[in-house]
């Protein structure tokens, strides 16, 4: 999907929910930086089928394996939509200067934003400049999404679902932002860092692997919206935001639909459930 496209559903979902105009206002940037991005700027991956399949049957996603060069110049655009919206919130704004004059001096560049194991961004550069891991995380998914989008465009013709089972990205390593239950019935996750998505099993939390029926459950909203619902689990108090497709047919993409309800965090927070990726409530109170 094109990220004007993605400005379209959100100019949507802001209609149908008009009460979040105003919070969610700072969004708008962002997707206008991803709309301009000129993915033409950067090579994609060129993988063959094989290869893929190889990596994905030894469990490594595509990136931890493939050589991904950027120059500062390639995201300083989207960097900087990034930067503007956590100062618009104003939690971390000494830190986040800190970021910017590293990243002007040479310090810290690209590379300090993509994913690792088990987290997203650099532990050095976080301490280095002393952001929260959330603030860290938004500058990555906010910088990086339309450039491993355009990245893996021509390797997405080879994915394949009984290849990967995990709870990651199967492109990029990044934790799943979305679930949808399609027509067919199955789960695919949905990756907000690279536009990825896979196919995972409806009872398995994807975060620690949990099979145990009765550990994993659902959350509604006060005022229950139909078709959506937030999975938790009780083994490791993770959640994600999920929607049923085949009730919600003509609702927004993934990250359209993940940004756009923040009323659901907010459920799951005082719940006392986290979640793998930045959310807005985490970084109005990540300080």
Known sequence: MSHARL?????DLLERRPTLREPLAPYRKILDAWAQWASD?????RLSAGDCGDR??????????AALSLAPADVEDLLAASLEFLVAIGE???????FAEAWDRGEVGPPALLPGKGRIGSVAVQELVGLSQESLGFLAYGSLR????????????HASDSLWDLGI???CGAPPG?????????????????????????????????????????????????????????????YLKEMDRRVRWNAGSALV???????????????GYWRAIPTLIQLRESR
Not at 149 to 157: G, H, L, N, S, T
């Open 146 to 157: 339309p450039v491993l989008d355009a990245y893996f465009a021509e390797c997405r013709q």
């Open 56 to 65: 994905w049957r030894r469990g490594v996603p595509l990136l931890a394996e």
């Open 92 to 98: 971390e704004n000494a830190s986040l200067r800190r």
């Open 41 to 45: 700027r950067l090579a994609p991956l």
């Open 257 to 271: 639909e993940d940004w756009g309800s923040p009323h659901l965090d907010l459920i799951a927070a005082r719940a």
């Open 178 to 238: 979305w679930g949808d239950v399609g027509e067919n019935g199955q789960r695919r996750l949905a990756c907000h860092l690279c536009a990825g998505d896979w196919v995972f099993a409806r009872l398995r939390c994807p975060f620690c692997g949990n099979r145990v029926p009765h550990e994993l459950a659902r959350l509604d909203a006060e005022e229950k919206e139909e078709g959506y619902w937030i999975s938790v689990c009780k083994a490791c108090n993770g």
């Open 169 to 171: 990205c199967p492109f």
């Open 7 to 11: 400005l379209a559903e959100w100019d």
